[in-house]
């Protein structure tokens, strides 16, 4: 398995900022993902992270309001912009590995005043 | 990818084995049938994955029927530790933005003294 880790685990931000969230993982992997998680809901999938390339967003994501950066294998960005409350949520890096099986890292936990 | 249908929650006394139940009448020929734990506030865990023949390892087993239309998880030895959201997911191979996880409502599982 790999090991995900992301900083930061967890913030409490004003309204109207912008946050970035680090995800970094202990060797190669083939895809990396971006998941949110609001309170009491299921994961939603945001985007895939594209090596070198824009990202791939889901219905409903776009990039203006979640950019994301991945420059190589093993590392990700998401900033969640011009925050409102509405975006308090676990915000959750995920990676496939060679072997074909999706794992997750522990998530940060945004709160938005 | 197909869709999963899982009762909502279930109760399992520790020591006796937790069988958790997911339907997956639509599943395609390439589709394989993964399950996840979501302990509360951590990232989901991934516990087994199977296409066509049971599996087994250290932390499960899982039963997929021959017509592969629904599976069931097997934790043999429930304990407290095992309390958590459990997501029977059905998901391609790795095939790029395809082989993503979407996640349903999954079963609640509670292990009690």
């Known amino acids: 398995s790999a090991v995900i880790s992301q900083k930061p685990s967890r913030d409490i931000c004003q309204r109207g900022t912008s946050l970035t969230i680090q995800c970094q993982v202990d060797s190669q992997v083939t895809m990396m993902f971006w998941y949110r998680q609001q309170p009491g809901q299921s994961l939603t999938l945001i985007a895939t992270a594209n090596q070198g390339s824009e990202a791939t967003y889901e219905s409903g994501f776009v990039i203006d309001k979640f950019p994301i950066s991945r420059p190589n294998l093993t590392f990700s960005t998401l900033t969640v912009s011009n925050m409102s409350p509405e975006d308090s949520s676990i915000y959750l890096c995920s990676v496939v590995m060679v072997s074909e099986t999706q794992y997750f890292g522990p998530g940060t936990r945004l709160l938005v005043l | 990818d197909a869709k999963t249908t899982q009762p909502t929650s279930m109760d399992c006394a520790e020591g006796r084995a937790a069988n958790l139940p997911c339907n997956h009448s639509t599943i395609s020929g390439n589709e394989y049938v993964y399950w996840y734990r979501q302990i509360h506030s951590q990232g989901p865990q991934y516990i087994i994955h199977?296409?066509?023949n049971n599996e087994t390892n250290e932390m499960a087993s899982l039963i997929i029927t021959e017509d592969r239309k629904s599976s069931t998880l097997i934790l043999p030895h429930a304990t407290l530790r095992d309390t958590a959201v459990y997501y029977c997911i059905v998901r391609v191979s790795n095939t790029g933005t395809a082989s993503k996880l979407t996640f349903g409502t999954g079963t609640r599982l509670q292990v009690t003294l």
């Open positions: 199977g296409l066509k």
